[in-house]
């Protein structure tokens, strides 16, 4: 089991947008995190990758907590944000031997990955191009190749097909299908559901902090059969739902 998360409750502040949530990521499993804007997603994520400190509860990475070894806890994820983070003084050449220095790759190896997927993705001509002259598809698409020529066992790709054309889609999709087949996790939080459905081994849903259901596709429509036969119909029901609760309490 390469991901566990286990009681985990944090946040911003004194006041824990996480509370006690549970799930894990399994070798060569695809996880999906959904949930509504402010749900906790991103804050999950913040946490899983090291930029948040839980104020209680455990993650642990194949049986490694961050407090353990920060660079080799680190070492084994490669993440891909929502908003791409270049920095601006490099090229896209130097971003590529960064990530190969970060990582302890082996050049050859890790370059010959790269030169595949940047061809891939159209940026193999686009190597001395500083962040300035891309697209936001473009930018992202780096963020791509960057985590995709690492060893990590985890991936932890946030809302990535925004920005990204119908082709670009496709070829991430059919990347994570590879990485799957090595045995490597992903975790991917993502609001295009018809996708996710799709290609996502198991979901886990998350209000408000908490995961309110975590299961495979199947499993979703037996729970909720009442709802709709779809994770669009099936999500959407439940969100409303939520908000209608909310708003009793509030009018309480």
């Known amino acids: 089991m390469t991901l566990k998360v286990n009681q985990l409750t944090g946040g911003y502040s004194s006041i824990p947008v996480l ?24 804050t999950t994520i913040n946490h899983i ?8 509860g455990t993650i642990t990475l194949n049986g490694l907590q961050i407090q353990d070894d920060v660079q080799r806890y680190k070492q084994q994820i490669a993440y891909v944000p929502e908003m791409p983070v270049l920095y601006p003084e490099l090229t896209l050449r130097e971003h590529v031997e960064t990530t190969i220095m970060a990582y302890n790759l ?18 193999e001509n686009k190597l001395d191009w500083f962040p300035a002259n891309f ?23 946030d809302e990535p097909f925004l920005g990204l054309d119908p082709l670009a889609v496709d ?14 996790s992903v975790l991917m939080s993502t609001h295009v559901l018809d996708t996710a459905e799709k ?3 198991r979901f886990v849903l998350i209000n408000d902090g908490q995961v309110s259901y975590e299961g495979t596709m199947p499993q979703i429509k037996e729970r909720y059969h009442e709802l709709g ?12 739902q939520q908000d209608r609760s909310k708003s009793n309490v509030k009018g309480d």
């Open 171 to 184: 070829d991430l999709l059919n990347l994570i299908d590879q990485k799957k087949e090595e045995g490597v």
């Open 19 to 42: 509370k006690a949530e549970t799930f894990d990521v399994q070798d060569g499993e695809l996880v999906s995190l959904i949930g509504l804007n402010g749900a906790g997603k991103s």
């Open 106 to 123: 082996d050049q050859s190896v890790a370059w010959e990955r790269a030169e595949r997927l940047l061809k891939l993705f159209r940026l």
């Open 229 to 240: 036969d779809s994770l669009t119909d099936i999500y959407l029901a439940l969100a409303r």
């Open 49 to 56: 990758i090291g930029l948040m400190t839980p104020f209680s």
């Open 135 to 157: 697209s936001k598809g473009m930018r992202q698409k780096v963020m791509i190749v960057c985590a995709f020529i690492t060893d990590a066992q985890l991936l932890v790709i």
């Open 199 to 201: 290609h996502c081994d």
